[in-house]
C-alpha cells in the first residue's frame, strides 16, 4: 500500500467506504497479472503436496493408514556368459558306465550335438575327447539325494539325511538348507569345471513331491534351484532342471534347459512347453516297455506331440532303458549304442 494513504487499515467488510479507493484499484496491470500468477502457483502447490501426502501416507487407498510393501523383482541371471544349447538338439544320454573312448577316437555313436554323462565316473580324458568331437557335455550328479558310493559320501552328515529314496536302497533325500549339503554341491561344481563339462544335470531337486522325511517344500526347492544356478552361473556353467515340474514357473528364467523323464507316460508334457517358448530346450526321456526292442506303434506313441504327448512339439526325445545304458532309439526309428567301459 502507498506510504501517502491517509488510511493504513483495511476494512473488514468485502465493500468498500464511500470515498476510498480500494488498494486492488491503485495496483497497475503488469502488477494484477503477476499477483494473479502468483495466487495460481500457490494453489496448485498446495493441492499438489496435500495429494502426494495422501497418496505416500495412504498407499492410493484411503482406507489404509500404512503403505504397503512393494512386490520383489523377479529373481534372474544373466546368461550371455553361459552356452545356452538349442531347442530340438540331438543328444544321448549314459549315466550306467563311463564312456569307452580312445584318446585318439575320430567318432562317437550317436553321431549327436550333446551328451549327458555320470560326472563321478567319467573322467576329464572323455569330456576331452567329446569336445574334440565337437560335442557339447551335460555332467550328471544328484543334488538332492545321498548316494552311498560317491567319492564324497563320507562328507554328509547324519543330520543331513532325510528318508530313503523309493526304490534306491541306500539313497537317502537330503536337507536342501543345510549349509554342509551346499557346501557339498560347491566342490561338485569345481569338480565339473575341472573336468571340462559344459553344464551341470542336478537331479532330485523333487524332493516335495516325494516322502522324504525332511517337511521339504516347494519353497525350498526354489531356494535350493536359485542356490545352485547362482554357483553355476559364476562358474560358467549351465544348468538344468530335472523334472519338478510345479517349480518351473519360478525358476524358468534362472535355467537354460530342461531334462524330463516320462512326460508322456504320465500326460504331462505341456507342463514343460514353457520352455519350448523360452528357446530352451526340453531333454525328454521315456523309458517304454520292451525296450531295447520296440515296435512301430510303441515309438509313435512315445514321440507324439498329441493325446497323452499334448505340448512335446520339439522335445529332444530318446527312448531308453531304466537303467539308461548305451543303448538310444530316436524318433526316426534310428538306434545306437555307445561304446561304455565296463572294466
Aim: proline share 6%; glycine share 8%; with cysteine.
Amino acid at each position: 500500500m502507498s506510504s501517502s494513504a491517509p488510511d493504513a487499515e483495511v476494512p473488514h467488510s468485502k465493500s468498500q467506504l464511500p470515498g476510498k479507493t480500494s488498494w486492488w484499484s491503485r495496483q497497475s496491470l503488469w502488477k494484477k497479472i503477476l499477483l494473479v500468477l502468483i495466487s495460481l502457483l500457490v494453489i496448485i502447490g498446495l493441492a499438489v503436496g496435500l495429494g502426494v501426502g495422501l497418496t505416500v501416507g495412504n498407499n492410493g487407498d484411503s482406507s489404509s493408514s500404512s503403505p504397503s510393501p512393494s512386490p520383489l523383482p523377479p529373481y534372474r541371471l544373466p546368461n550371455g556368459t553361459v552356452w545356452q544349447p538349442s531347442v530340438n538338439s540331438s543328444w544321448q544320454i549314459i549315466l550306467q558306465n563311463p564312456l569307452e573312448l580312445s584318446a585318439d577316437a575320430i567318432s562317437i555313436s550317436p553321431n549327436v550335438s550333446i551328451f549327458d554323462i555320470d560326472m563321478f565316473t567319467n573322467n576329464k580324458t572323455v569330456v576331452d575327447g567329446l569336445h574334440r568331437l565337437g560335442k557339447k557335455v551335460i555332467c550328471y550328479f544328484s543334488a538332492g539325494s545321498y548316494e552311498p558310493d560317491r567319492p564324497d559320501s563320507s562328507d554328509f552328515h547324519s543330520s543331513d539325511k532325510g528318508k530313503e529314496l523309493d526304490g534306491w536302497p541306500g539313497e537317502y533325500w537330503l536337507n536342501l538348507s543345510s549349509s554342509n549339503v551346499r557346501d557339498i554341491m560347491k566342490k561338485r561344481m569345481d569338480v565339473a569345471v575341472q573336468k571340462g563339462c559344459d553344464a551341470i544335470d542336478p537331479d532330485n531337486v523333487d524332493g516335495y513331491d516325494n516322502d522324504n522325511g525332511l517337511g521339504l517344500t516347494q519353497d525350498d526347492s526354489v531356494e535350493y534351484m536359485r542356490f545352485l544356478a547362482t554357483e553355476a552361473q559364476s562358474r560358467n556353467l549351465t544348468i538344468g532342471l530335472k523334472n519338478a515340474d510345479a517349480i518351473i514357473p519360478k525358476v524358468l528364467s534362472i535355467v537354460q534347459f530342461s531334462v524330463n523323464e516320462q512326460c508322456v507316460e504320465y500326460s504331462e508334457c505341456m507342463t514343460y512347453a514353457p520352455f519350448i517358448d523360452a528357446g530352451k530346450p526340453v531333454f525328454h526321456i521315456e523309458y517304454p516297455d520292451g525296450a531295447p526292442k520296440l515296435s512301430a506303434s510303441t515309438v509313435t506313441k512315445y514321440c507324439s506331440d498329441t493325446g497323452d504327448g499334448d505340448g512335446a512339439k520339439l522335445f529332444s526325445t530318446v527312448l531308453k532303458t531304466m537303467d539308461l545304458d548305451g543303448w538310444v532309439e530316436y524318433c526316426n526309428r534310428a538306434m545306437a549304442t555307445t561304446s561304455l567301459d565296463t572294466t
